[in-house]
């Protein structure tokens, strides 16, 4: 039986996160927080080249220096038969995708700088950080390449061997014929060239993990500090270890913030738990800063070609869109399926457009792997057409609002040429809300008044659609422990966005229960059966959907007890604040009786298991779509170029909000890293030598508290008719939204000046030589 919302205290409350005062109490358990007896400490030492070929590991001084237990080479993995990490991206390319073997441990050559080479195991952290020291590793240094452009050059220096030309793959998508009559009739094209920059992903807590191995089960654990647990578990039993799944057990405590970056299986997790059954101990390693700039997988990292077609009355007629994708040396888990599947169905926004083509390639590189991101292709694909948006306004002399208007979706369900069905929206309404809250109409005096003070000033827009559904599917179990309390285990996973919160408020508000009553479980393989984890901003609606089933079923199952309870019919009975009711009879019985009663087996129905529970794996596969305004207002020193966000609003629409205040925080975190991107942030390779030169926070600039302005977020909800819950991912949004925000104003304060073109991030010094250039011509 479906249950409604009929009351619902909870559901729109604007509940502090009840999860805080343990981490505000010192109380979180993080990956550090576990001492386990016997463990010992790893330390990998990586290569100091971009790519070179391994002549020999000199490893006898190592392995006799004090404290030392082992040092494992590439070598030792091979000889017990472990596989190279896999991909698991399923992208339709146009040729077959060929995977490069990836091992824990580099063999014959290392392809960049940070590649694992050598895995040293101690007493101590120290102690294996010293003996790493002793290692000898003799180098042939080959050439590099390190742009993604120059990578699919002629000539240029192979990553692989059996990659020709490296490129990694080709993706096609759209209707090439349709785009092209449609270029032939326009009446406007712009063109425009742009590079989205890639990005360390620097979550709070880097990397970290426990290998555990238990010789008489034959079995494994690992403690991480990791997302979508079940997949790398996947991933390590059917390709690393080849053993069967249940054979490893995942668990992921509080996890200090991920973004994408802790989906993925990593080397450090198979040389944990294969050096853990190799020495029976358990194996614990951390990452510092410095190595997670050159371990952990990377961002976003694309050079687009783009055209917008468009009739004489400003409307788009086509978008034509050309990408070449870092890769990074090795293909990473999802690494071929964020700049192609996620991309291209966000791609043309929330825009009215008929025909869009995407050709996509691949390009392997002596960098980092690159794979998810916050938002993990969509923020791509929207920073093109709002880009090509306010690039087209200036040169047909309309206003960046008026081509918007023109050209947003208005008419609903609306297909998009990608495929996708957008099934409702406001999207012209948070145009109109957001330039209002932003006092777009009084800007030009507040240029004027920049202009007197020798600075420049720039008011931005943009719009954002996300397509938020990650992967399909989730399980979710809920319980009624003897306690009384209720276990609420759902398979996607929280780092940080307040899911102990707000999956308690849903079910309170099903069950008729204080939101205190319930224990929310994740990220444990030994106690939730399945789960796909976070990513694509799929928590509410296919996590919290799996919940109100379980729930559901939960009911179903109490309705049959509390009817025997009751001497009445189960049809006859209602649920609502928290009890079962005969109608008419006056004779009710509380939720929690029944769960007690569920207990006795005296007490159950014919051929009931005791307990009162409902268990449901729910293959919900539909899409939601946030969508939002957003305005930034800027200002530039024409002297020194630095940059000064003054304001920035945003209007968005995330469907039914189960709790606006954590909704709230998780787009403002969003657009952080947004604007991070677009003001600081920018992963810097040598050319010649490979070698990063933002390897720490001391040249990677991430924004500060005092780089930012108030970021203003409204709500102009639509509810979904995806789920029943009517909600939209708001994980993701901010991160979409804000790189093309604060870039259109940036270009809208350097518009007098005749620049038109501009490439985050826009560093003081990068946009005084723009200003200086411009001066010059």
């Given at each position: 039986m479906r249950h409604e919302f009929e009351a619902a205290p909870e559901r729109g409350r604007s509940r502090r996160r009840l999860e805080d005062e343990r981490f505000l109490t010192g109380r979180g358990r993080f990956v550090d927080d576990f001492a386990e007896p016997g463990q010992l400490f790893g330390h990998?030492?990586?290569?100091?080249?971009?790519?070179?070929?391994?002549?020999?590991?000199?490893?006898?001084?190592?392995?006799?220096?004090?404290?030392?237990?082992?040092?494992?080479?590439g070598a030792d993995l091979e000889a017990e038969g472990l596989g190279p990490l896999p991909c698991s991206a399923k992208v339709a390319t146009v040729s077959p995708l060929v995977v490069p073997p990836r091992h824990a441990l580099a063999r014959e050559r290392v392809r960049h700088v940070g590649d694992p080479v050598a895995f040293v195991v101690a007493e101590t952290a120290e102690a294996a950080r010293d003996a790493a020291e002793l290692i000898e590793v003799t180098y042939e240094e080959l050439p590099a390449v390190v742009d993604c452009?120059?990578?699919?050059?002629?000539?240029?220096?192979?990553?692989?061997?059996?990659?020709?030309?490296?490129?990694?793959?080709?993706?096609?998508?759209?209707?090439?014929?349709?785009?092209?009559?449609?270029?032939?009739?326009?009446?406007?094209?712009?063109?425009?060239?742009?590079?989205?920059n890639r990005l360390v992903v620097a979550p709070l807590e880097p990397r970290a993990g426990i290998g555990r191995y238990d010789p008489e089960r034959e079995s494994f654990e690992l403690i991480l500090s990791g997302q979508a647990v079940h997949d790398i578990r996947r991933e390590l039993a059917a390709d690393v270890f080849r053993v069967p799944e249940e054979k490893i057990q995942l668990v992921a405590p509080d996890v200090g913030g991920g973004f994408g970056m802790k989906n993925v299986l990593h080397p450090e997790w198979v040389l944990l738990l294969f050096a853990a059954r190799r020495l029976g101990r358990p194996v614990r390693w951390s990452s510092d800063r410095t190595e997670d700039f050159v371990s952990s997988v990377q961002g976003r990292d694309n050079h687009t070609r783009a055209r917008l077609a468009l009739d004489a009355e400003a409307r788009f007629l086509a978008l034509d869109v050309a990408t070449v994708a870092d890769m990074g040396a090795y293909f990473s888990s999802l690494g071929p399926a964020i700049p192609t599947n996620p991309a291209s169905t966000a791609m043309g926004g929330v825009y009215d457009i008929p025909a869009i083509f995407m050709d996509v390639r691949g390009a392997f590189t002596n960098t980092v792997p690159v794979d998810a991101y916050r938002g993990a292709g969509k923020p791509e694909?929207?920073?093109?057409?709002?880009?090509?948006?306010?690039?087209?306004?200036?040169?047909?002399?309309?206003?960046?609002?008026?081509?918007?208007?023109?050209?947003?979706?208005?008419?609903?369900?609306?297909?998009?040429?990608?495929?996708?069905?957008?099934?409702?929206?406001?999207?012209?309404?948070?145009?109109?809300?957001?330039?209002?809250?932003?006092?777009?109409?009084?800007?030009?005096?507040?240029?004027?008044?920049?202009?007197?003070?020798?600075?420049?000033?720039?008011?931005?827009?943009?719009?954002?659609?996300?397509?938020?559904?990650?992967?399909?599917?989730?399980?979710?179990?809920?319980?009624?422990?003897?306690?009384?309390?209720?276990?609420?285990?759902?398979?996607?996973?929280?780092?940080?966005?307040?899911?102990?919160?707000?999956?308690?408020?849903?079910?309170?508000?099903?069950?008729?229960?204080?939101?205190?009553?319930?224990?929310?479980?994740?990220?444990?393989?030994?106690?939730?059966?399945?789960?796909?984890?976070?990513?694509?901003?799929?928590?509410?609606?296919?996590?919290?959907?799996?919940?109100?089933?379980?729930?559901?079923?939960?009911?179903?199952r109490a309705r049959?007890?509390?009817?025997?309870?009751?001497?009445?019919?189960?049809?006859?009975?209602?649920?609502?604040?928290?009890?079962?009711?005969?109608?008419?009879?006056?004779?009710?019985?509380?939720?929690g009786s029944v769960a007690a009663a569920a207990r006795d087996p005296e007490q159950l129905p014919p051929g009931f298991e005791p307990g009162l529970f409902g268990e449901v794996d729910n293959p919900l596969d539909l899409v939601t779509y946030p969508n939002g305004c957003h305005v930034a207002e800027v200002e530039i020193d024409r002297e020194t170029g630095e940059l000064s966000i003054l304001r920035y609003v945003a209007v968005d629409d995330y469907g039914t909000l189960v709790n606006p205040m954590l909704t709230e925080g998780q787009v403002q975190g969003g657009l952080v890293q947004g604007i991070g991107q677009a003001a600081f942030e920018r992963v810097v390779y040598d050319g010649r030598s490979?070698?990063?030169?933002?390897?720490?926070?001391?040249?990677?600039?991430?924004?500060?508290?005092?780089?930012?302005?108030?970021?203003?977020?409204?709500?102009?909800p639509v509810p979904s008719r995806a789920n029943p819950l009517g909600v939209k991912g708001s994980g993701q949004a901010g991160c979409i939204a804000a790189p093309q925000t604060v870039m259109n104003a940036i270009l809208d304060a350097l518009a007098p000046l005749g620049i038109e073109s501009f490439d985050m991030p826009a560093t003081p010094e990068r946009l005084w030589r723009a200003i200086r250039t411009a001066r010059q011509a």
């Open positions: 990998v030492l990586r290569s100091p080249m971009a790519h070179a070929r391994i002549l020999a590991i000199g490893a006898a001084a190592a392995r006799e220096a004090s404290g030392v237990v082992a040092v494992f080479t452009a120059a990578a699919l050059e002629s000539g240029a220096p192979l990553v692989w061997d059996e990659v020709p030309g490296n490129e990694a793959f080709r993706f096609l998508k759209g209707d090439r014929a349709a785009v092209d009559e449609a270029f032939a009739r326009a009446a406007t094209v712009v063109e425009i060239e742009l590079v989205n694909a929207n920073y093109i057409v709002e880009r090509l948006a306010d690039l087209a306004a200036r040169r047909i002399g309309i206003s960046p609002a008026e081509i918007r208007r023109r050209n947003i979706i208005r008419s609903f369900p609306h297909v998009t040429p990608m495929g996708m069905t957008i099934e409702k929206g406001a999207f012209g309404d948070s145009l109109d809300r957001a330039l209002a809250a932003a006092a777009a109409e009084s800007f030009e005096p507040r240029r004027q008044d920049s202009a007197g003070r020798g600075m420049l000033r720039g008011l931005g827009l943009a719009c954002f659609l996300e397509t938020a559904r990650g992967a399909p599917g989730e399980w979710a179990r809920v319980a009624f422990e003897p306690d009384g309390t209720v276990t609420l285990l759902v398979g996607t996973q929280s780092n940080g966005q307040g899911h102990e919160t707000s999956f308690p408020q849903i079910a309170a508000d099903l069950l008729g229960l204080p939101v205190e009553s319930f224990r929310y479980v994740q990220a444990d393989t030994r106690r939730v059966r399945k789960g796909s984890g976070h990513g694509g901003a799929r928590s509410l609606h296919q996590g919290g959907t799996a919940m109100v089933r379980a729930i559901e079923a939960l009911l179903d049959l007890i509390a009817a025997q309870l009751l001497q009445a019919s189960p049809e006859e009975l209602r649920f609502e604040g928290g009890s079962f009711a005969a109608s008419g009879e006056g004779r009710s019985v509380a939720i490979g070698q990063l030169l933002t390897a720490s926070l001391m040249d990677y600039q991430l924004p500060r508290a005092a780089d930012l302005p108030p970021l203003e977020v409204l709500f102009n």
